[in-house]
């Protein structure tokens, strides 16, 4: 990390608080200072009290507890289904959001507002209906059951509709990130590599990428959070098998109504250290953006994940 | 390239049109539009007659009252507290507010497992807060109030990301000149800075509102799912599906697409209006000799 920024002298302030602002466009500092306590009460109640009272369960019973719930072979299964759901839902929807962004932002045809919103679809769809519609599908009730059953496929109640219910619900992410980056971009770069010579491929490789990288690698990683983290709609499929469908969360809901509550939050104090990696990566590829716009680049940062 | 693509796209001498849009729909079609379109077709099988006495047996039109009931406190809250914490995140520098403001993701990289068990333990009666709230007679755990806690939890984001680029952007010139013109700060708060910024706080709230709608993992841990009481309908969609009683559980769940496309098509009219409304601003203040200033 660039140390140059840290030590950074800021600019002195009154009191401590208050921006760089004239008197005349700012709150008194009494004001202020209310307004600040009570954003640091609703923040560290709804957001701190939270996240370390995962930790503080987790190792209620010293490390050695801790430890052993972690190495239980369940818990291992557990984080072995969860690394395998991930390691094939993230490629699949990196490739799609890829394709998507380059399709949507290089090129203006009919419909493409529509494409848009269709991509954005799963996520206004609840999890568990996201689940719920794979059921449908390849349920023992559902339309292609009865001939899967007849050639002794399994589902539903398995791995394979776990994948797909976590390819569903983390469908957008990539696609999302890439589009309104692609689109601030223009094709002019891509346009003038074309003209000397470059093939699709090479243009892609060493003119776009570079261009989306920061982009690509913030989507990749909200969408590895949400494929390893999602519970509602995984939990409709997978039929909770001990040590065969549960992935992680599913693993911590078993543990926590088994009254098991230090391996429950020692599990999930592992899902917890994954979101704070996941918060970290985003501070750091905004804060990069933000450094290379500084140093000339045109590219708009990363938007929020809203 | 075929005439068909000739017509549908404006000529452009990038490669790669017909293989990315292809995949895009093919996959799109694959893993989202043919799964959705089961569950409405699920519907049709259904006779109106069953459809109707599932979504308004008593138990289920209590679940669809307590999420939408629960999710508008949890969204107002995080409307008011939100934009204050949007408001003082942006605008004061104090310690620990890069840290505050990387923390306010939390809610959208936290598993809802673990948000839901966490929340939990914070509530119940010997919990960190639950033991200070329990003597004053306020149950949170195992009580509709946990419900709206853990919708607060899921809804937290939105409101302030939308907010805070809002507020990154809003001309200071503009509250200089109220403030010379003899505004009070009040005044300027009341009818020049929340103007500009209500558009996108109604944005927020009603993102907020549309992801509580549909939340499960973080809610069914601290209601306690008491029948009648504290359920809510992703939960009866998962207890039917137990009974095997898909119909239902395909009934209730129509009924939440429903309602959460309906919200999704008012966030984009709100989007739109916000926009345009973003875009007259800035043309007026261009034309008006009095914004020129410094």
Known sequence: MDTALIL???KPQRGGIGGPSTPATTEPLAVRGVL????LVFLGVFLGAPLAVVFAEAFAKGTAAYWESLREPDALAAIKLTLLTAALAVPANLVFGVAASWAIAKFDFVGKSVLITLIDLPFAVSPVISGLIYVLLFGLQGWLGPWLAAHDIKIIFAVPGIVLATIFVTFPFVARELIPLMQAQGNEEEEAALSLGASGWQTFRRVTLPNIKWGLLYGVILCNARAMG???????VSGHIRGLTNTMPLHVEV???EYNFVAAFAVASLLAVLALVTLAVKSAVEWRYRRELKRGGATPGPGGPA | MSPLLGRIKTPSVIPGFGLTLGFTLLYLSLVVLIPLSALILKTTELTWEQFWATV???RTLAAYKLSFGASLAGALINLVFGSLAAWVLVR???IGRRVLDAMVDLPFALPTAVAGIALTTLYTENGWLGRYLEPLGIRVAFAPLGVVVALTFIGLPFVVRTLQPVIEDLDRELEEAAASLGAR???????VILPELWPAMLTG????????LGEYGSVVFISGNIVGETEIPPLLIIMKLEEYDVGSATAIAVVMLLASFLLLLMINLLQWWSARRHVAARITLRVSPSAGGV
């Open chain 1, 36 to 39: 600040i306590t009570i954003a």
């Open chain 1, 255 to 257: 543990l926590y109504n």
């Open chain 2, 185 to 191: 700060r009040i005044t300027t708060l009341r009818r």
């Open chain 1, 8 to 10: 950074q002298p800021t």
């Open chain 1, 230 to 236: 999602e519970f509602g709609a995984v939990s409709v």
């Open chain 2, 205 to 212: 709230f009603t993102l907020a509102l549309a992801r509580a």
């Open chain 2, 56 to 58: 308004t047996d008593p």
């Open chain 2, 92 to 94: 004061y520098r104090f």
